[in-house]
């Protein structure tokens, strides 16, 4: 890792490419470029999949940074040779993980037909309201639609997965308790209830609801859950979901056109 006018360049490949002795079996090493800003949080941990904010130590201070779509780069190993370590610059373990995941998404995340991306985008200043709400919260929203396929009719019909960051479900009702004073005295069912109708207004008459008769309150598949609860089964058929995303197609950011999604359909 080595820095240069308060930028930070980050080693993206595991350690035997980078340290591999033949170049021509390991001739490439990607880097990640981040650069100081002020941060964040939903920039962080992955909620958007074009920018990424994160800590790093300087001499013990911590700095924000971002990376974004135009600081992922690739160069020639050997290049490596020439550049030295900041020592005095270190990124946490929780920190490199998240930037792992990022990265792996940035590749691997799911992609979302044209008309459904029209449709909803309407509703992008709703829908940033409501994560803008609950960005201390909320690690993800998750969507399966019915259909990958772009539909020149008719909406798409979705099943909903809210995860809340580990750890955060009971600071996110004590928040909800203080925000809206009809709710203070009212059990965790009804605020979760409140809560999963709020992210349901937010998307508003963009899209169906698929319907779910085990759910009494709403009647439709909207499901709140701790992120540790996501499981791979549920990553197969399920997408993340970014509002902040939606109107950034123009931006110095863009998605790579090789990126396709990986979900089971």
């Known amino acids: 890792m080595v820095s ?18 033949s170049f021509d079996q390991e001739p490439w ?7 100081p800003v002020e941060f964040q949080k939903k920039f962080s941990k992955g909620r958007d999949s074009r920018r990424l904010h994160f800590y790093v130590k300087r001499d013990r201070q911590e700095a924000a940074c971002e990376v974004n779509a135009c600081g992922v780069c690739q160069i020639d190993r050997k290049l490596l040779l020439r550049l030295s370590v900041d020592e005095s610059c270190t990124v946490d373990d929780a920190t ?11 590749y691997r995340q799911d992609t979302w037909p044209d ?3 029209s ?13 803008g709400r609950y960005n201390d919260f909320v690690s ?9 396929e772009e539909l020149s009719k008719g909406k798409y019909t979705v ?6 960051e580990s750890g955060k479900e009971r600071q996110l009702i004590q928040h909800m308790r203080k925000v809206h004073q009809q709710l203070k005295n009212v059990g965790i069912d009804e605020l979760k209830a409140y809560f999963a109708n709020e992210a349901l207004n937010a998307f508003g008459d963009s899209v169906n609801f698929q319907e779910d008769r085990t759910n009494n309150v709403h009647g439709v598949a909207i499901e709140i859950v701790e992120e540790n609860q996501i499981t791979l089964s549920h990553l197969r058929t ?10 950034e197609y123009s931006t110095e950011a863009p998605m790579p056109a090789e990126m396709a999604s990986g979900r089971v359909h």
């Open 115 to 117: 008309a459904f991306n």
């Open 119 to 131: 449709a909803v985008s309407k509703r992008g200043k709703s829908l940033k309201r409501f994560y």
């Open 96 to 106: 490199k993980f998240d930037l792992k995941q990022w990265l792996a998404e940035r």
């Open 238 to 247: 399920f997408g993340r979901f970014s509002p902040y995303s939606l109107s």
């Open 4 to 21: 240069a006018e308060g930028a930070v360049v980050l080693i993206a490949l595991y350690d035997c490419g980078v340290v591999h002795g």
């Open 159 to 164: 099943a909903i997965i809210i995860a809340i």
């Open 140 to 148: 993800g929203l998750y969507l399966k639609l019915n259909s990958y």
């Open 29 to 35: 090493v990607q880097l990640l470029v981040a650069t």
